[in-house]
T-cell receptor, first 114, second 114 residues
Framework: EPEVTQTPSHQVTQMGQEVILRCVPI?????FYWYRQILGQKVEFLVS????????KSEIFDDQFSVERPDGSNFTLKIRSTKLEDSAMYFC????????????FGSGTQLSVL | GESVGLHLPTLSVQEGDNSIINCAYS??????FIWYKQESGKGPQFIIDIRSNMDKRQGQRVTVLLNKTVKHLSLQIAATQPGDSAVYFCAENMRGNAGNMLTFGGGTRLMVKP
């Protein structure tokens, strides 16, 4: 069964450093997403991406965040200057497109900012 | 400092019993609802979905009920098994939402006693 894959599974970084989280969405999907989950809390929407541009973003997704689809298979989330409060599990997801809103999630990248 | 997570409501059931997990959603304009299961250290896993033109939908051992009048969603799991132990999240989507994003609820922890 096709699945969303994320790398790395764990990332430790120093405050102020840049990190790039990587995702390979399901191959025929058109919508891509990043969500995050702080330990013990609910899953929060960050950004959605369609047709090579951001279609919606939350208040969390400020100027420190950016997303990119550098080629036909990868989808990345960059945090330019990490803060302690960016520590969370980051989930990538994808969905097939209009008429099918079912999101498929990857296993996540646990980001720890020290 | 250390972040304090939400205290998740917990449902404890005996193996073989039926489980009912409830969710109150927030947006009366939402027209698509979905239940996810999240096991420790993993991403949300799709269980079942329902559109607002339905009030009940059945899957394998699971049933979702939708009451739009009171904005309430429930997930029923028949003959609960130890492998059903996880945190369950409901999520909602609103038609015309440009980003096709899902908004997640707070989650319920299901514990199945053998």
């Amino acid at each position: 069964e096709p699945e969303v894959t994320q790398t790395p599974s764990h990332q430790v970084t120093q405050m102020g450093q840049e990190v790039i989280l990587r995702c390979v969405p399901i191959s025929n999907h058109l919508y891509f997403y990043w969500y995050r989950q702080i330990l013990g809390q609910k899953v929060e929407f960050l950004v959605s991406f369609y047709n090579n541009e951001i279609s919606e973003k939350s208040e969390i997704f400020d100027d420190q965040f950016s997303v990119e689809r550098p080629d036909g298979s990868n989808f990345t989330l960059k945090i330019r200057s990490t803060k302690l409060e960016d520590s969370a599990m980051y989930f990538c997801a994808s969905s097939a497109g209009t008429g099918d809103e079912k999101l498929f999630f990857g296993s996540g990248t646990q980001l720890s900012v020290l | 400092g250390e972040s304090v997570g939400l205290h998740l409501p917990t449902l404890s059931v005996q193996e073989g019993d039926n489980s009912i997990i409830n969710c109150a959603y927030s947006n009366s304009a939402s027209d698509y609802f979905i239940w996810y299961k999240q096991e420790s250290g993993k991403g949300p896993q799709f269980i079942i979905d329902i559109r607002s033109n339905m009030d009940k939908r059945q899957g394998q051992r699971v049933t979702v009920l939708l009451n739009k009048t009171v904005k309430h969603l429930s997930l029923q799991i028949a003959a609960t098994q130890p492998g059903d132990s996880a945190v369950y999240f409901c999520a909602e989507n609103m038609r015309g939402n440009a980003g096709n994003m899902l908004t997640f609820g707070g989650g319920t922890r299901l514990m199945v006693k053998p």
